[in-house]
């Protein structure tokens, strides 16, 4: 649905976007992670038209930006980080004027409003002034207006930002229950958000993709760090990191002898898709030193997010 080609901004000197590749198919619920300055917004903007991309193209269905940027603009519906309500408005009102913006004729709007309003959960806040709301029900009311026209895709930028962990649930289960129908991109900083709301996650730091797939495919991925810790008896922490280094996969050892019990400690970090601790035992059993201890880290997406953005 959506094909994103050398994609690229810069601001002034500044490349803030730079080159990235994404296909987009129908009803996927995208999440863009990255640091603070990582380009989310910026590609999140050019993607809804808002900004012309220094380089490359967006296409969604059979549309280009640089051709049809209205006819792309047409499928999309945009929350900003600071959804721009009219806030001494009524909510009805508010949405009524986006409904007649839109073009719904009476009937098809009266309609609308209520799917909306059961929709975003805004049945019981219809009649309130917008001012008065809290910061999640605010939220709401702009995803509404988001998805006044039902357009096909939904892009929200950082969607839970500033909300109460009450909020943010609220929130994520009504951008889940749009993405049953509709593909939705969201950007957020914040992992467990990527994790809980979005069916595939894409990593953006310094403008690069530098991940993407879902949590399971991520943390399993290719190349990535994996740490496993070993306690051994009897054995020197020289002896310990000169056999072990040895061994095929291995990256690096950091490994300390001594403390009460006497026992060296070894992070050996190795890197490759092989599990090599049946390597390590082997090279272990080789020697008179007693292995007390060997555990494989887990990788989460918080250890890859951090290896991943690191220099952040
Ligand atoms: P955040 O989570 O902080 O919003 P982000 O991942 O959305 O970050 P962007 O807002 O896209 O990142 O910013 C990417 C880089 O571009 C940053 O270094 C930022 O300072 C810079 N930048 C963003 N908007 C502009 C602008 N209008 N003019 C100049 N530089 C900008």
């Known amino acids: 649905m959506i094909h994103v080609e050398g994609l690229t901004k810069y601001y002034d000197e500044l490349c803030a976007v730079d080159h990235i590749n994404l ?11 990255g640091p603070n300055g990582a ?26 930006i640089h051709e049809n940027p209205l006819a792309i603009k047409r499928l999309i519906g945009y929350l900003p980080e600071s959804a721009p309500l009219y806030k001494g408005m009524i909510v009805y009102d508010y949405l009524d004027h986006v409904a007649r913006i839109r073009g719904l004729a009476p009937e098809a709007k009266q309609k609308r409003l209520k799917e909306l309003a059961d929709m975003c959960g805004l049945r019981d806040i219809m009649h309130k002034t917008i001012e008065t709301l809290s910061k999640g029900l605010k939220q709401r009311v702009g995803l509404a207006h988001a ?19 009450n909020q943010i649930i609220e929130i994520r289960e009504i951008i889940r229950k749009i993405g049953e129908q509709k593909t939705v991109i969201l950007s957020t900083h914040i992992l467990s958000e990527a994790e809980a709301t979005c069916d595939r996650i894409v990593i953006i730091n310094k403008g690069k993709i530098v991940a993407d797939g879902n949590t399971q495919e991520l943390t399993a991925g290719k190349g990535h760090e994996r740490h496993i810790q070993i306690g051994l008896l009897g054995a020197d922490a020289d002896a310990v990191r000169d056999r072990l280094k040895t ?29 090599i601790r049946t390597d390590l035992y082997t090279a272990i059993k080789q020697t008179d030193w007693v292995l007390v201890e060997m555990t494989q880290e887990t990788q989460t997406l918080e250890t890859i997010f951090r290896e991943l953005t690191r220099e952040n």
């Open 147 to 165: 998805m006044m026209s039902d357009p096909e895709i939904l892009i929200l930028d950082e969607p839970t930002s500033g909300l109460d962990p």
């Open 23 to 33: 296909d987009i198919k129908t009803g996927e619920i995208v999440g863009l992670l």
């Open 39 to 64: 380009g989310k917004t910026t590609t999140l903007r050019m993607l809804t038209g808002y900004f012309q991309p220094s380089d490359g193209d967006i296409q969604v269905k059979e549309f280009s």
């Open 247 to 275: 061994i095929n996969g291995v990256k690096s050892i950091d490994a300390t002898a001594g403390g009460m019990a006497k026992e060296t400690r070894a992070t050996v970090i190795c890197q490759g898709e092989k599990d």
